[in-house]
């Protein structure tokens, strides 16, 4: 079951003297069941060692972005990347159309942006259309600019969750937000 919930990281939006690791372990602590690993710059021993040590971690699934690890649960496909053997996997998808094509591909779930503003990619994309969010044959992520502010609304607007970067990544207190979204998703 995909969570209503997923975390995306990205080190570099850390609080500084903040570590990835501790920051993903207070997180899980606070009710997270789900983060994809990003960090597309690490050297891959680093890269697959952070997966590896992430993987640890007691009832935290582990996605990995864009490349297949062994000890990551699942993997989380750009748009244009080829179907993967993994047999969880998802897609990130801009449009009603990608979501579809990815569900008949044999995704399990599929993030949709843009959702809101971002402050992470500021002005990249237009915003998603109302009704995008519905009707689609595998539950998605609305991700882009999500926070405790808004991610209620992203599910009463059809989305099965949401997944979010920024707003955890740059908070001084990350498990106290997502604290905060999973009581709004609830």
Known sequence: MIPRLVLLTDRSQLTLGRGLIRTVRECAAAGLEWVVVR??????????????????????????????DDSAHGLHL????????????????????????????GASWATLSPYA????????????AAGDLVDHPV???????????NAAAAVAA????VAV????MRAAEPAAVVADLRAVLR
């Open 39 to 68: 960090e597309h710059d690490l050297p891959p021993p680093a890269r697959a060692a952070l997966v590896a040590e992430l993987a640890t971690i007691e009832g935290l699934t582990v996605i990995s972005s864009r490349i297949a």
């Open 139 to 149: 539950p998605v992520l609305a991700l882009s600019g999500i926070g405790p502010h």
């Open 117 to 128: 503003a971002s402050g992470s990619k500021p002005g990249s994309r237009t915003l998603l």
């Open 78 to 105: 750009a748009a244009d990347q080829p179907v993967p053997r993994e047999s969880l996997w998802g897609r990130s998808c801009h449009s009603h159309d990608e979501v579809s094509r990815a569900a008949d591909q």
């Open 165 to 168: 970067m920024g707003a955890v």
């Open 158 to 161: 059809g989305a099965h969750g």
